[in-house]
């Protein structure tokens, strides 16, 4: 058993390099051998789920500790452990120290290995990242049934399972981070899948179908060419903090190591970090005045920095809406369900590292994503990049969840939603991508309409995921996002209670805004059912030939819309709190946090968790109402009877003004694009001129063929300089021109002269 | 005096020789079997170090040229030696198959055949006239191979190209000079660390010698277990007048208490070591003929040009500055690092708005070898050993990178990054390999330049070695760790932009769009580098294990330096 994981692991990457190579000569692409390999993963991965919530005799000695702590509220179920796979040394540096006291150098030997660990975590992510790869594949052999390129996606699409497959059962922070890059370069293939396309500006298919309103889009900078650029790029940015914030956790784990005097078999492997953190490994570093206590929130917060990136969190979301570009149902998996959901994984994963100030900031930017995410997709009439934006959101969402820490319970809620929402938001991209494919690649809102009579599969599954995703009684993130707000109130409720001014602002600021999302996402989620499923089409001809997808496809859709009731879900969301270090690092670290709340002990603490989560069901429940009803009167009623009610809207001041504000993305795309001129390009151009010369120097030079550089020495350029250093040494120039005679003897003899005048010039 | 190392250099000579005398159109064959002679023994000598790790000279050749100067024809190898023989051997192998001269054919292999001989050479030389011998033996035939085969622009080029780089030996001839005719007559007396003693020293019949000089010093009271002659304590070495590189290396106390123009010895000469080396590195700011060379290089030659010329820079660094003169290079460590990071960020700017792509591909040269610095300057072994990996695995990307350049110029006759678009469509094969090149580039995990730059930043944030300058300057390097993480993403975008730019999108250009892919010789050269590429990054382990020893030697010495023996 403790081979299956990277059993599951491996068997994506052998099917995609044997598809890179030979998937174009065999039948069909070599889809059939993708699914094969993709559904025995699947059927494996449920293996290890039970392996690890009901582990057999023999193997109780791998169990944590955690399986025997009497912990009723925070514990996990007695049945859960966690499932260590084989380890090996990838790279082992000896490091020699003369930190010993008569200072003899003493060598330490500390290695990063690679190695697969399972918890219930890991479990229950491994088994939706498979199981929604299996349905996505399945699906996609009909939405891309006649591509030209359809054997490319294969490679690509297993490729990616298999990078994201690393990041969920990877053992240590550095092999998590070598998958995490890897990720990135699985969505930069997805992304760029029709790569010859030209910007949309230029694209009349684009041109035909794109939604009729502006949305603030560059369109000459928007290709799937530069899609996939943008997208690896802006995940560098955050991987540049991650990689920063796991090399301050590498250098407080090796001098607490080194302190210790013990070797390491796997310095960042997530117990030995773990317990490094808990013994103080960085209470014994310091950085420019900066405790250890700072290094370690500096540290959480570039890890996070990576999450940023990856889950398309504010200030680099604007990178998941291009990505659209890429096949929508390689978008179902990839920008929904589960590469961007890595982000959250990855800051479940090292809640052990994160201070009470690191979550304020992930809170924080968890906050003002879900806003700023929910109000754009309010006024998008792209069907897909109306999803896009919502999955920012939901995103942020989690994050907030995440970010309101564990005792109130926002790291079960948080995780527990982004289980729930991969579900339902790869559903509502798989019915996005039958609604395009059913009405000529159509994605215009106001062009379509009426489909529920057409696709009435399609109406009802997404229907159902709408109703999910809206917090709905009886669907699953009804338990999941009512959660996270309260768990997001109770945290505000105690940050605030001794904050004032900015403090107390900012602690409010995550729940504020949370719940202002909860409003906007019944609205905007809503509208974009009723104004496909319902009501009058704007284009007859967009939606006459609409049909549901084949069989195969309807089978996928239906068996999705089961996992958007919570009944599904009931046994499956408590247990991720079975991290063994969660008990022992974050409780006594958030205990100062928590201190000032009223109820400390267990029991209190649960009622006062009860009573918040009371608090924020009714609210959302309230929002859920009227956002909904916003949106079916605005969008149904009034168009029926007549009235254009959105319009007339948005003429009003100030929803004019907040129509403009929003429809234009913030102007956040538009201050990228000028960020990028001046310190990309701009920068670039003066250290290159500043460097070589300017253009015209260099022209010049060029355009000298063999000849002395008799053109304006191009100073204040470093080379100018050099230039004219050179040219201030006399004869040089006309020394060296006595050597090119063109002959090749000359030049071997002066070789050789130059070798036997330097020895003759010793001797 | 056929030994692995002799032949290392006799191979090439022998070669050079061979072509010079035979028709022509043998010259390309008699080159390679040069070639392939110096790949068996640097790889033979590499899976050696593999095998047998440890610090230390081994396959020693030591022959008295000039007894009363001290000036012997000493070769012998370590870990560093062996990996850089074994990328060189590599290296020249594909230059070689890469080359097609129009004209002047036995010239051009004829030369190129002495520039491997002057490398390889340089990699072993343990004697310091040897070691400037090779070094100018190897920059006279890269001058001519610039200046005759080049492009438009290459006597301006290979102008700027030896001017530099000779301005920059004599300044190494300086220092090897002045250091001997420092040196008293009857030796220096020097303290030795005892472990150096034990792990690198012989054991004689009555006492034991450490490079060929005896070692004295008070007698342990105890015998270690095993020990048949006596280890002395606080052991000393008596370091004659000579040019042995080790000796010199056991002299760096002597240096930094002799001063000259009243500043220390140690000092002036690790500056002027620094700047003889660094402009073959090249050190920003004594990096402008680069770019130049590059551009009017043809496409094997930018090859060895980057994958090998640059490493010697580097080797030089570790072994001359650093290895001659550790107090200064402490002292130094803030600067090193720094110019390193600035590299790092700097050069990375600069290429993101080339618009010819081999000057993009040299200033991501001098970008890569910023990490070099900083892990050097950091003196961590994760630092050190990350700057080593660093000189492998920019080898094979900049190879593969040029070589990739020098494909489609073939084919356009231009370089212009915004005169291509939509390659991938003619030219797939080509399309993967180049995107395959630039995601290594820039460090993919899982490819080989992730391993050096992620070893050198989690080597310089654990770095203390600007302890020494002041209380001020404690954490410099580790913050210059920190920042060379924004490489990652300057890195990322300059590459990835110009893979947008010439591979994807519609077809710009109508006469590209049936351009034939790469051919069979092509693909000769560029599989192994793929190949080697994959291998590195995820098992990096025996290079490690290689150059680990002689890194862990310098770490330990470092070490040792700084804990008071000042």
Redo the contacts between chains.
């Keep these: 058993m403790t081979w299956l994981p990277l059993a599951i692991l491996v068997a994506p990457l052998a099917v995609a390099a044997l598809l890179l190579f030979t998937g174009r000569r065999l039948p069909r692409g070599g889809d059939w051998l993708a699914i094969i390999v993709m559904a025995a993963c699947f059927v494996g991965s449920i293996g290890v789920y039970r392996a690890v919530m009901t582990p057999s005799e023999t193997e109780q000695a791998v169990s944590s500790p955690a399986a025997t702590t009497a912990h009723d509220d925070f514990a996990a179920p007695p049945e859960a452990h966690e499932l260590f796979g084989p380890s090996v040394a990838w790279i082992t540096v000896p490091t020699t120290t003369s930190e010993t006291a008569n200072h003899e150098p003493r060598t330490a030997t500390h290695s990063f290995a690679f190695g697969t660990y399972i918890d219930p975590l890991g479990a229950i992510m491994l088994m939706i990242v498979t199981g929604l790869a299996l349905a996505v594949m399945i699906y996609t052999t009909w939405y891309l049934h006649g591509d030209a390129l359809y054997p490319r996606f294969w490679w690509t699409f297993s490729f990616f399972c298999f990078a994201m497959i690393g990041v969920v059962i990877s053992a240590n922070l550095l092999m998590t981070f070598v998958f995490w890059e890897l990720v990135g370069l699985g969505s930069y293939f997805l992304i760029g899948f029709w790569f010859h396309k030209p910007t949309v500006d230029k694209d009349p298919h684009y041109q035909h179908m794109k939604a009729s309103y502006a949305t603030g889009v560059i369109e000459s900078k928007l290709s799937p060419a530069d899609a996939q650029l943008k997208a690896f790029v802006m995940n560098r940015i955050g991987d540049a903090g991650f990689i920063a914030g796991l090399a301050i956790c590498a250098w407080a784990v090796s001098a607490w190591a080194t302190k210790g005097g013990f070797d390491l078999p796997d310095l960042l492997s997530w117990d030995i970090l773990f317990r490094a953190v808990h013994e103080g490994a960085f209470d014994g570093i310091s950085l420019c005045g900066m405790s250890g206590g700072t290094l370690l929130t500096i540290a959480g917060i570039g890890i996070f920095c990576g999450a940023i990136g990856k889950s398309a969190q504010f200030p680099l979301h604007t990178w998941l809406a291009d990505a659209m570009q890429g096949p929508t149902t390689g978008s179902a998996i990839i920008h929904a369900a589960t590469m961007v959901a890595a982000g959250v994984f990855l800051v479940a994963r090292v809640y052990p590292l994160l201070t009470p100030d690191a979550l304020l900031v992930i809170s924080v930017v968890g906050g003002v994503t879900c806003f700023l995410a929910a109000t754009i997709a309010c006024v998008q009439w792209d069907l897909k990049a109306v999803l896009a934006y919502s999955t920012v959101s939901q995103l942020g969402y989690m994050m907030l969840g995440l970010g309101a820490g564990l005792l109130t319970g926002g790291y079960n809620a948080g995780i527990a939603h982004l289980f729930t929402h991969a579900i339902f938001k790869c559903l509502l991209f798989l019915g996005a991508a039958a609604i395009i494919h059913g009405c000529h690649e159509q994605q215009d809102l106001n062009k379509l309409g009426g489909l529920a009579k057409k696709m009435p599969v399609t109406a009802l599954v997404t229907g159902l995921a709408v109703l999910a995703i809206l917090g709905a009684p009886l669907f699953s993130a009804f338990y999941s996002k009512d959660g996270i707000l309260a768990a997001s109130w109770l945290a505000s409720n105690s940050r605030s209670l001794h904050a004032h001014g900015a403090h107390w602002l900012l602690a409010w600021l995550p729940f504020w805004l949370g719940a202002a999302t909860a409003l906007l996402t019944s609205y905007y989620m809503t509208r974009w059912w009723v104004r496909i499923f319902l009501g009058q089409p704007g284009d007859h001809h967009v939606v006459d030939h609409a049909h549901d997808p084949w069989l195969r496809g309807r089978i996928v859709l239906v068996i999705l819309a089961l996992g958007c009731f919570q009944i599904v879900w009931t046994h499956h969301l408590d247990p991720f709190t079975a991290h063994a270090w969660l008990d022992d690092v974050i409780q006594p670290k958030t205990e100062g946090l928590y201190a000032t709340m009223p109820a400390i002990n267990e029991a209190q603490l649960e009622h006062t968790r009860h009573a918040y989560h009371v608090k924020a069901m009714t609210l959302a429940t309230w929002f859920l109402a009227i956002g909904a009803s916003l949106a079916v009167a605005v969008w149904w009623l009034m168009p029926r009877l007549g009235r254009n009610l959105a319009g007339e809207l948005r003429a009003v001041w100030p929803m004019s003004w907040w129509w403009t504000l929003t429809s234009k993305l913030w102007g956040i795309e538009w201050l990228y694009d000028r960020l990028t001129a001046v310190f990309g390009k701009g920068l670039g151009s003066v250290a290159a001129a500043a460097d070589l010369g300017t253009a015209k120097r260099l022209s010049e030079l060029e355009g000298k063929p063999d000849g002395q550089p008799t053109c304006p020495l191009g100073l204040p350029s470093l080379d100018g300089g050099i230039d004219l250093i050179g040219r201030t040494a006399s004869g040089f120039g006309k020394l060296s021109s006595a050597f090119n005679t063109g002959r090749i003897g000359t030049y071997l003899g002066l070789t050789a002269l130059a070798v036997a005048l330097v020895l003759l010039l010793l001797v | 005096v056929l030994d692995p190392l002799t032949l290392l250099i006799v191979a090439p000579l022998l070669a050079a020789g061979a072509v010079?005398l035979l028709p022509a159109d043998r010259a390309r064959n008699v080159a390679l079997l040069g070639a392939l002679a110096c790949l068996i023994a640097g790889s033979g000598a590499f899976v050696d170090t593999v095998l047998h790790p440890g610090a230390g000279m081994r396959w020693e050749t030591d022959l008295a040229l000039?007894p009363a100067?001290g000036?012997h024809w000493h070769l012998g190898m370590d870990g560093l030696s062996a990996a850089m023989l074994a990328l060189a051997g590599l290296v020249e192998v594909i230059a070689i198959i890469a080359s097609h001269p129009e004209s002047?054919q036995?010239?051009y292999f004829?030369?190129f055949s002495?520039l491997f001989a002057g490398a390889n050479g340089v990699f072993v030389a343990l004697d310091s006239?040897v070691f400037?011998?090779f070094w100018?033996?190897m920059l006279?035939?890269m001058f001519?191979l610039i200046?005759?085969w080049g492009g438009?622009?290459?006597?301006?080029a290979a102008?700027?190209f030896?001017?530099?780089t000779l301005g920059g030996s004599v300044l190494m001839l300086a220092v090897f000079l002045g250091l001997w005719s420092n040196t008293p007559n009857d030796g220096v007396k020097v303290p030795v660390r005892l472990?150096q003693v034990l792990e690198q020293g012989h054991r004689a019949d009555d006492h034991w010698t450490l490079h060929g000089l005896s070692v004295s010093g008070d007698p342990l009271p105890q015998l270690p277990a095993g020990m048949a002659v006596p280890v002395p304590d606080h052991p000393t070495v008596i370091v004659p007048r000579d040019f042995n590189i080790m000796h010199q290396q056991l002299l760096w106390s002597h240096w930094s208490h002799t001063t000259l123009f009243g500043i220390s010895i140690a000092t002036l000469g690790f500056w002027l070591l620094f700047v003889a080396v660094g402009v073959k590195i090249p050190v920003l700011?004594l990096h402008?003929w680069l770019?130049?060379a590059h551009v009017q290089a043809p496409t094997a030659v930018s090859v060895v040009l980057a994958a090998l010329l640059l490493k010697l820079g580097v080797y030089a660094l570790i072994r001359l500055p650093y290895g001659f003169f550790p107090t200064a290079a402490l002292d130094a460590g803030i600067l090193v690092a720094g110019l390193g990071t600035f590299a790092i960020l700097?050069a990375g700017?600069?290429a993101?708005?080339?618009r010819d792509l081999k000057?993009l591909v040299a200033y991501s040269s001098v970008s890569h070898m910023g990490y070099c610095l900083l892990g050097l300057a950091a003196l961590?072994?994760?630092g050190v050993?990350g700057a080593v990996i660093q000189m492998v695995t920019h080898g094979l990307g900049s190879a593969l990178l040029f070589l990739l350049v020098g494909v489609l110029y073939d084919r356009t006759h231009h370089r212009r990054v915004d005169g291509f678009g939509?390659l991938?469509?003619p030219m797939p094969v080509f399309a993967g390999i180049t995107l395959f090149a630039a995601?290594a580039s820039a460090g993919?995990?899982?490819l080989a330049g992730?391993?050096g730059e992620?070893?050198v930043?989690?080597g310089s944030?654990?770095s203390d070695a600007a302890r020494h300058v002041s209380a001020t300057h404690y954490?410099a390097i580790?913050?210059f760790?920190?920042l060379a993480?924004?490489g990652?993403?300057i890195t990322?975008?300059y590459l990835?932009?110009m893979?947008?730019r010439v591979?994807?999108?519609?077809?710009t250009v109508p006469e590209y769009a049936d351009l034939p892919d790469t051919n069979a010789t092509e693909l000769w050269c560029l599989v192994p580098l793929v190949v080697l590429t994959v291998v590195v990054g995820v098992w990096?382990?025996p290079l490690?294990t290689s150059i680990?020893p002689t890194v862990?030697e310098l770490?330990?010495q470092f070490?040792?330096v700084?804990?008071?023996n000042r």
Aim: aromatic content about 10%.
């Design positions: 010079w000039i100067w000036l002047r036995r010239g004829c030369l002495l006239m400037y011998v100018e033996l006279i035939p001519l200046g005759l438009e622009q290459r006597r301006y102008m700027k030896a001017i530099m472990d700011g402008t770019p130049h700097y700017w600069v993101l708005m080339q000057r961590t072994a994760s050993n939509g991938a469509k995601l993919l995990p899982g992730f391993v992620l070893l930043v989690l944030v654990q954490d580790r913050v760790g920190l993480c924004v990652v993403i990322a975008a990835l932009w893979v947008r591979l994807f999108g519609p077809v990096p382990q490690i680990g862990d770490v330990k070490a040792w700084t804990a008071g």
